[in-house]
């Protein structure tokens, strides 16, 4: 009695910790899952590929891959998710951030859409070659996070615009053009050992700033009288956009 009383404790007693170990067993698999997937995506096409390809590189059955992802429009949608939808996450908290200034924040959004880029460059590949042929949900979600990044840039650059720190510039087109470049990084970076991806997205956070700087390309002494009236005439340029803009 006692040893078969011990025995049906002790699987009982397995059955709370063996729940416990499924769930990160299972968001290992995912991750590898969506991983293959995008390879294969960035290789073969969207269109080229099937659901068998995913499972032969993953290791899994046809059957049991059924248990993590129906079909590729998942697969799709797990890829926006990762990409887009957490670096919109991640900027917003950066852009919520009272303890830094607009340049800093600028910087450090850049700084992650970069790193982003540059460490699952496939993610972003595959996305920007698919856009076109994604599915209607599929491609809702991922031009709703697009959005949401550049609302969060261009948010940061008109507080940096507000607060004297940055030129009045056109905020949505020095939006775009910061996440084209940051973008760009998918296509032309290849990180080594020898070439770490940190330089680069410092590099091009500070790129980022300097084209928006109040003072870039300016020496410390004061302006002469023309360049004093080229700042005065950006101002004049921004305060017309704005007042055009509310009147539209």
């Known amino acids: 009695m006692t040893t078969e009383g011990s025995g049906a404790q002790g699987r009982s007693g397995g059955r709370p910790e063996s729940r416990r170990g499924a769930a990160p067993r299972r968001k290992l698999v995912m991750s590898e899952v969506v991983d293959q997937a995008m390879r294969l995506f960035a290789e073969r096409g969207y269109d080229g590929t099937t659901l068998q390809d995913v ?12 248990n993590y992802v129906k079909s590729k429009e998942e697969l799709l949608v797990a890829m926006v998710e990762a990409t887009a939808q957490g670096a919109a996450n991640s900027l917003r908290d950066v852009r919520q951030r009272t303890d830094l200034d607009s340049a800093e924040k600028l910087r450090m959004l850049v700084r992650a859409l970069v790193m982003r880029r540059a460490e699952r460059p496939e993610q972003f590949r595959t996305l920007d070659r698919s856009d076109q042929a994604l599915p209607p949900e599929v491609a809702k979600k991922h031009l709703q996070v697009r959005r949401a990044v550049l609302r969060e840039i261009t948010a940061v650059l008109e507080e940096g615009v507000t607060a004297g720190l940055f030129r009045p510039v056109d905020v949505r087109i020095t939006a775009l053009s910061i996440i084209g470049m940051c973008n760009w990084v998918a296509w032309w970076f290849h990180p080594s050992p020898a070439h770490p991806a940190e330089p680069v997205a410092e590099q091009i956070a500070d790129n980022a700033v300097a084209m928006v700087a109040r003072d870039a390309g300016r020496t410390p002494d004061a302006p002469t009288p023309l360049g004093a009236v080229a700042m005065l005439q950006q101002d004049l ?3 017309t956009r704005l007042l055009t803009s509310g009147n539209e």
């Open 237 to 239: 340029d921004y305060l």
């Open 55 to 66: 499972a032969d590189a993953v290791g899994l059955s046809r059957s049991n891959l059924y």
